[in-house]
């Protein structure tokens, strides 16, 4: 039977892809306080319903950055699209092309900026900006992005450490990936993903690896790196952030944002906007939820700067609930992640497609017909 959801995504995801693999994707860090928490907010998130109005058509349209998107969705940037598909990341731009939304490609994919954007011609392509130990190659990341003509820049600042997974060292299964007993059980048992997606990429360029490193630093996704030139900065700070406002002329966006002090930080800095994220309950496991510190932070920079959210998004009426709470638009990760293992580039629209319609049915029966009708009042309080 066809998906009817995103959770009917998830469990075909689930199916396909190596136990490793899919619980790379879908799972959290530590206790997971964080991801049930995600869902937890949400889940509890009421909306106002009002009857009568016209809801014959609603308009989902937001114009974000000075671009009007048919949906207030962006697709998150993901390290590992290119490993639940071949060519994952290409899949998901060329879903978000036919959707008329944009793709934000990640520094970690396995697929260059270039060969996503020869890939997925015309697509809506933002980048996301990982600073590496080396400031010297992340200038080249600025310079390559601002040669494809991309405009929205996300800078990611709520990674000091690699979060500690424990569900990826039992499964035998992280970056890089290690050989082990489980790990090759995991792969057999799997044969259809071992073969159209990992075997394929063997027998045609070889073993995966992070395509934005410098070919001298590449090292496959079995091997981990081993120069310090592009591990993630771990002394990262408001310097660096004021660095690439001097050096990116267009719009910069900080991702992992959960305070209202540091919305404000960023808005004197020069940032354009930011993205509220507890980063999908993958990071800190005690973070608070993006969708509880969303209206503190709205109240703070509203109306200055542009306002994005993420986390947890599985339905239209979770898109609805970050509008209500302050975002202008929301980036959604996991959700489409499943669609690309189902399905490359159809799979992922499946999901965007019933994301859509969701947003679509959500505001009709709460009698709202345009997203700027979605207002903090949009949430029921008892």
């Known amino acids: ?198 075997a394929r990429y063997v027998l045609t360029t070889g073993v995966p690896t992070y395509a934005h490193y410098p070919p001298e630093y590449r090292t496959s996704i079995t091997r981990a790196a081993v120069w310090d030139n592009v591990k993630l900065a771990r002394r990262l700070t408001w310097d660096d952030f004021a660095q690439v406002r001097r050096e990116w002329d267009g719009n910069l966006i900080l991702k992992g944002v959960l305070s209202p002090a540091d919305a404000e930080r960023a808005l004197s800095l020069g940032a354009d906007g930011v993205v509220v994220s507890c980063h999908g309950g993958r990071n800190l496991d005690s973070a608070p939820m993006a969708l509880d510190a969303l209206p503190k932070i709205a109240d703070a920079v509203g109306g200055r700067m542009t306002i994005l959210a993420d986390s947890g998004i599985r339905r239209g009426s979770d898109i609805v609930k970050y509008i209500a709470s302050g975002a202008d638009a929301v980036l959604v990760g996991r959700a489409t992640l499943y669609g690309t293992a189902v399905g490359g580039e159809k799979g992922a629209k499946g999901v965007i497609d019933i994301l859509a319609e969701e947003l679509d049915h959500c505001m009709a029966f709460t009698g709202r017909s345009r997203l700027s009708e979605i207002t903090r009042d949009a949430i029921w309080r008892p």
């Not at 014959?56 to 969705?73: Q, R």
């Not at 082990?180 to 071992?194: C, F, K, N, Q």
């Open 1 to 198: 039977m066809k998906p009817l959801n995103v959770a009917d995504y998830r469990l075909a995801a689930k199916r396909r892809l190596p136990r490793g693999m899919f619980e790379y994707i879908d799972r959290g860090t530590e206790d997971e306080v964080g991801l049930r928490g995600i869902r937890s907010a949400l889940d509890t998130t009421r909306l106002d319903q009002h009857v009568l109005n016209d809801v014959s058509a609603p308009d989902t349209s937001a114009v974000i950055f000075g671009e009007k998107l048919p949906l207030p969705v962006i697709i998150s940037p993901t390290a590992v699209a290119g490993l639940v598909w071949h060519d994952g990341e290409v899949q998901l731009a060329r879903a978000a092309r036919a959707a008329g939304i944009p793709f934000c490609v990640a520094t970690q994919s396995m697929t260059s900026m270039e060969d996503i954007a020869a890939g997925a011609e015309g697509a809506n392509l933002w980048f996301q900006l990982y600073v590496f130990e080396d400031r010297g190659l992340t200038r080249d990341l600025l310079r390559r992005a601002k040669a494809l003509g991309i405009r929205n820049l996300l800078f990611t600042a709520d990674t000091p450490r690699s979060p500690k997974k424990e569900w990826n060292t039992r499964n035998g299964f992280g970056i890089p990936i290690k050989p082990s007993l489980a790990g090759g059980l995991d792969l057999l048992t799997h044969p259809r993903w071992s073969l159209a997606v990992m």
